[in-house]
Every structure is written in structure tokens, then in C-alpha cells.
């Protein structure tokens, strides 16, 4: 058991090094140790710590190729477009809202 504890803070702290983000660190450490345990029985050598390195690398690579997928794009208006997108008169949006909170539905509204 104590074996387990010193891997568990170096494979930490190996993953730290790796990942910026602290909570992120500690659930890939914490993946690392599951799987770890789930597959005990194929650890049975004497390489155990270069296996769970192994498998804490492999994490750390889906972890980075799962944060760059999205790609944050800053929208800036087009040349002197300085309207709103939005073409709703904001009247019926103040009524959209009162009309929803007392309770009617906007197919009654309109059918009156």
C-alpha cells in the first residue's frame, strides 16, 4: 500500500508538469491509477512505474488533443456595422417575457 501512495504522488507530479491546470492534473493521475488497478494482473513485472508513466503520457496526449479541438473566434463587426444582429424591436421581447411569466403561451397571444 505504501508503494502505491509514493507512485501515485510521482505520477502526479509527473502529470503537474504536464498539464497547467491543477484539477485536470489530479483527474488524469486519478485515471491513470484506475486503470492501473482495473488491470492489475497485466502489471505482474517488475516494470510497474514505467507502465503507469506510459499510460499517464497517453492521457496527457488525448487531454491536449481534447482541449485543442475547439477554437475560440473573437466576432467583431464587419466594416461600419454598427446596427444589432438582433431584429426583434426590443418592445416585443419586454412582452415576449411578461407574457411568459404570467403564465400565457405565445400560440394564445396571437390567436386573439
Do not use: W
Amino acid at each position: 500500500m505504501e508503494h502505491i501512495e509514493v507512485v501515485a504522488e510521482d505520477v502526479h507530479r509527473f502529470v503537474s508538469r504536464h498539464v497547467a491546470n491543477y484539477d485536470d492534473a489530479a483527474d488524469i493521475s486519478q485515471e491513470v491509477l484506475t486503470i492501473a488497478c482495473a488491470n492489475v494482473r497485466t502489471f505482474a513485472g517488475e516494470h510497474n512505474d514505467e507502465c503507469l508513466y506510459a499510460i499517464a503520457r497517453e492521457l496527457i496526449v488525448d487531454y491536449e488533443r481534447a482541449r485543442n479541438q475547439v477554437d475560440f473566434v473573437a466576432i467583431e463587426p464587419a466594416g461600419d456595422e454598427r446596427e444589432s444582429a438582433l431584429r426583434i424591436p426590443p418592445d416585443s421581447i419586454v412582452a415576449t417575457c411578461d407574457d411568459t411569466a404570467s403564465g400565457s403561451r405565445p400560440s394564445e397571444r396571437h390567436a386573439s
